[in-house]
C-alpha cells in the first residue's frame, strides 16, 4: 500500500484541558510493585514492572534468536512469559530462565506466523479485516468488523483456512472499522477534529507534537480552539501505509511544549518513548471521551481501513471514539507508547482500538521526545532523555542484576516520576461540534465501523 508523506504543511495542538474520565481515578497511585530483588533461585520467574519487562524481552529475543517465539507480560502475576521453540540448544533457555522470565514451549515459531500473516495479506486484504500475532495463544488473531460478510467472509475464512489448524483464529467485531478523526487536548481543521499526542522537538530543534497521520493528510493547518486562528503546520504525514502518524510543527518557536499528557484535573509527566509488550497495562487520552485504558492484545497488527492498509500498529481493548485520534497511549510510569490510530466500537459497548507505536514515529520524523531546549528557552524544558524522573528515566541495560550475554537484565525501578502537577489549559474540549456532529458523543451509529478517531 502506497502511503503519503507531506512536506510543510500545518496542523495544532489544543492548550484547553480535557475531562478525564473515570479511569483518572486509577491512573495516578504508583501501583507497581518493584521488582523482586531476591536472588535464592535463579530459575524462578522474577516479579517485573511492565517497563522492565519490555527490555527484558528485547535482550531475551536476540539470546534466543530462531527459539524465541513470542513474549507478553502476565499483569496479574507480573511476570514476562517467553514463547519457546524446543530444540537442542537448551542452555540459552536455561539462562532465560535465570533471567527471570517464564519460559513455555510453543508449536509456531515467529517465522511461521510472519509467514501466515503475509498470506493473510496477498489472499485476504479485504477493508474491515485486520490482524496480528497474539503471543498468548501463540496464533494469529484476525479480526472482521461487521461490514464482512458474504463473499468476503468466504475468502477470509478459506484464506485462514489454508494456513493449517493451530496457526489462526477469527474474532467478529460488533462494530465497524474506522479512523477515529474529530488526543489529550482537541486540534481543530474546518470540520475536523483530531487530539495531540506528545509534544516532541523537530529535528530542526523546534518545538512540534505528533498526532495521527489520517489528521495530519486531512488538513494542513490546525488550530487549538473550534474555529481559532491555525498555531501549528503539518510537516511530515504517513497514512496509509507503513503507519499512521504525523509531525505538527507549532508556528512560534517560542512555544512551551512540556513533555506531558493532561488528564483534565492533572497532568502526567511523560518521562521517555517506549516499545509496548502483550499485557501492558496501557492509558488513552482523547479529547472525545477523556482517559481510558485497557490492556496491549497485539503487536505489529495489520489493519485495512476503508481508506487503505496500515501496518506496524499496536492493538489493545482501550475504547476510543471519533475525536480521539492522534491522542496518547501511556503507561502509568509515564512512558510514551502510541498514537491512537482508529477502531471499532466505542466506549459505551467497548471494542478494539489500534495505535501507531511512539518509537517508530519518533525514528521516522526524525524527532526527539520532550520541548527540548527551544521550547521556553529553558535547559530542562523538554524530556529529553531525562526529563520527568530526574535521574535515569528509563530501564537503561540494567535490568536486575541476572546477566545474559554480557549484558545486566534484571530490574530497577523504571518512570517512578509524580504524576500530580498542575492542569494545563483551561477549556472544556468535549462536546464541539465537528462537522454538524457533537464529537462528544461519537458516530451516531454508535459501535458501527473499524475506522480511524476523527
Given at each position: 500500500?502506497?502511503?503519503?508523506?507531506?512536506?510543510?504543511?500545518?496542523?495544532?495542538?489544543?492548550?484547553?484541558?480535557?475531562v478525564?474520565?473515570?479511569?483518572a481515578?486509577?491512573?495516578?497511585?504508583?501501583?507497581?510493585?518493584?521488582?523482586d530483588?531476591?536472588?535464592g533461585q535463579?530459575?524462578?520467574?522474577?516479579?517485573?514492572?511492565?517497563?522492565?519487562?519490555?527490555?527484558?524481552?528485547?535482550q531475551?529475543?536476540?539470546?534466543?534468536?530462531?527459539?524465541?517465539?513470542?513474549?507478553?507480560?502476565?499483569?496479574?502475576?507480573?511476570?514476562?512469559?517467553?514463547?519457546?521453540?524446543?530444540?537442542?540448544?537448551?542452555?540459552?533457555?536455561?539462562?532465560?530462565?535465570?533471567?527471570?522470565?517464564?519460559?513455555?514451549?510453543?508449536?509456531?515459531?515467529?517465522?511461521?506466523?510472519?509467514?501466515?500473516?503475509?498470506?493473510?495479506?496477498?489472499?485476504?486484504?479485504?477493508?474491515?479485516?485486520?490482524?496480528?500475532?497474539?503471543?498468548?495463544?501463540?496464533?494469529?488473531?484476525?479480526?472482521?468488523?461487521?461490514?464482512?460478510?458474504?463473499?468476503?467472509?468466504?475468502?477470509?475464512?478459506?484464506?485462514?483456512q489454508?494456513?493449517?489448524?493451530?496457526?489462526?483464529?477469527?474474532?467478529?467485531?460488533?462494530?465497524?472499522?474506522?479512523?477515529?478523526?474529530?488526543g489529550?487536548?482537541?486540534?481543530?481543521?474546518?470540520?475536523?477534529?483530531?487530539?495531540?499526542?506528545?509534544?516532541?522537538t523537530?529535528?530542526?530543534?523546534?518545538?512540534?507534537f505528533?498526532?495521527?497521520?489520517?489528521?495530519?493528510?486531512?488538513?494542513?493547518?490546525?488550530?487549538?480552539?473550534?474555529?481559532?486562528?491555525?498555531?501549528?503546520?503539518?510537516?511530515?504525514?504517513?497514512?496509509?501505509?507503513?503507519?499512521?502518524f504525523?509531525?505538527?510543527?507549532?508556528?512560534?518557536?517560542?512555544?512551551?511544549a512540556?513533555?506531558?499528557?493532561?488528564v483534565?484535573?492533572?497532568?502526567?509527566?511523560?518521562?521517555?518513548?517506549?516499545?509496548?509488550?502483550?499485557?501492558?497495562?496501557?492509558?488513552?487520552?482523547?479529547?472525545?471521551t477523556?482517559?481510558?485504558?485497557?490492556q496491549v492484545?497485539?503487536?505489529?497488527?495489520t489493519?485495512?481501513?476503508p481508506?487503505?492498509?496500515?501496518?506496524?500498529?499496536?492493538?489493545?481493548?482501550?475504547?476510543?471514539?471519533?475525536?480521539?485520534?492522534?491522542?496518547?497511549?501511556?503507561?502509568?510510569?509515564?512512558?510514551?507508547?502510541?498514537?491512537?490510530?482508529?477502531?471499532?466500537?466505542?466506549?459505551?459497548?467497548?471494542?478494539?482500538?489500534?495505535?501507531?507505536?511512539?518509537?517508530?514515529?519518533?525514528?521516522?520524523?526524525?524527532?526527539?521526545?520532550?520541548a527540548?531546549?527551544?521550547?521556553g528557552?529553558?535547559?530542562?524544558?523538554?524530556?529529553?532523555?531525562e526529563?520527568g524522573?530526574?535521574?535515569?528515566?528509563?530501564?537503561?541495560?540494567?535490568?536486575?542484576?541476572?546477566?545474559?550475554?554480557?549484558?545486566?537484565?534484571?530490574?530497577?525501578?523504571?518512570?517512578?516520576?509524580?504524576?500530580?502537577?498542575?492542569?494545563?489549559?483551561?477549556?472544556?474540549?468535549?462536546?464541539?461540534?465537528?462537522?454538524?456532529?457533537?464529537?462528544?458523543?461519537?458516530?451516531?451509529?454508535?459501535?458501527?465501523?473499524?475506522?480511524?478517531?476523527?
Amino acid at each position: 500500500m502506497s502511503h503519503k508523506r507531506i512536506p510543510k504543511r500545518k496542523a495544532a495542538i489544543a492548550a484547553g484541558s480535557v475531562v478525564a474520565l473515570g479511569a483518572a481515578a486509577i491512573l495516578l497511585p504508583q501501583a507497581n510493585a518493584d521488582q523482586d530483588s531476591s536472588t535464592g533461585q535463579a530459575a524462578a520467574p522474577k516479579t517485573l514492572k511492565a517497563a522492565d519487562a519490555s527490555d527484558l524481552a528485547s535482550q531475551l529475543a536476540d539470546l534466543l534468536g530462531e527459539a524465541f517465539a513470542g513474549s507478553y507480560y502476565d499483569a496479574d502475576q507480573q511476570q514476562l512469559v517467553v514463547n519457546v521453540i524446543s530444540g537442542d540448544n537448551n542452555n540459552v533457555i536455561v539462562q532465560a530462565k535465570k533471567a527471570g522470565a517464564e519460559i513455555r514451549e510453543v508449536d509456531n515459531s515467529l517465522a511461521e506466523l510472519a509467514a501466515g500473516a503475509q498470506t493473510l495479506k496477498s489472499d485476504a486484504t479485504i477493508p474491515g479485516t485486520a490482524w496480528a500475532v497474539d503471543p498468548r495463544t501463540n496464533k494469529i488473531l484476525v479480526t472482521a468488523d461487521s461490514t464482512v460478510t458474504g463473499a468476503k467472509w468466504d475468502q477470509l475464512e478459506s484464506t485462514v483456512q489454508t494456513l493449517g489448524s493451530g496457526m489462526a483464529t477469527i474474532k467478529k467485531s460488533a462494530g465497524t472499522f474506522k479512523t477515529f478523526l474529530s488526543g489529550g487536548d482537541a486540534i481543530f481543521a474546518g470540520g475536523a477534529r483530531c487530539s495531540a499526542g506528545f509534544n516532541v522537538t523537530a529535528g530542526d530543534g523546534t518545538p512540534a507534537f505528533l498526532t495521527a497521520g489520517h489528521c495530519g493528510v486531512a488538513a494542513a493547518e490546525w488550530s487549538d480552539a473550534d474555529g481559532g486562528a491555525p498555531i501549528a503546520t503539518v510537516d511530515q504525514a504517513t497514512f496509509p501505509g507503513e503507519g499512521d502518524f504525523a509531525l505538527v510543527k507549532y508556528d512560534d518557536p517560542a512555544t512551551v511544549a512540556p513533555s506531558e499528557v493532561n488528564v483534565g484535573d492533572q497532568t502526567v509527566a511523560i518521562s521517555q518513548a517506549a516499545d509496548a509488550t502483550v499485557g501492558l497495562q496501557v492509558f488513552r487520552m482523547g479529547s472525545t471521551t477523556g482517559l481510558a485504558d485497557g490492556q496491549v492484545l497485539g503487536l505489529d497488527a495489520t489493519v485495512n481501513y476503508p481508506e487503505g492498509t496500515v501496518t506496524g500498529l499496536i492493538q489493545t481493548n482501550v475504547c476510543a471514539e471519533p475525536g480521539d485520534s492522534g491522542g496518547s497511549l501511556f503507561t502509568q510510569d509515564g512512558l510514551a507508547v502510541g498514537l491512537t490510530s482508529g477502531g471499532s466500537g466505542d466506549c459505551t459497548v467497548g471494542g478494539e482500538t489500534f495505535f501507531q507505536p511512539v518509537t517508530t514515529a519518533l525514528e521516522a520524523v526524525g524527532a526527539t521526545l520532550g520541548a527540548g531546549d527551544a521550547a521556553g528557552g529553558g535547559e530542562e524544558a523538554g524530556a529529553g532523555e531525562e526529563a520527568g524522573a530526574g535521574e535515569e528515566a528509563g530501564a537503561g541495560e540494567e535490568v536486575g542484576g541476572e546477566e545474559v550475554g554480557g549484558q545486566e537484565v534484571g530490574g530497577e525501578e523504571v518512570g517512578g516520576q509524580e504524576v500530580g502537577g498542575e492542569e494545563v489549559g483551561g477549556q472544556e474540549v468535549g462536546g464541539q461540534e465537528v462537522g454538524g456532529e457533537e464529537a462528544g458523543a461519537g458516530a451516531e451509529d454508535g459501535a458501527s465501523d473499524l475506522t480511524e478517531t476523527h
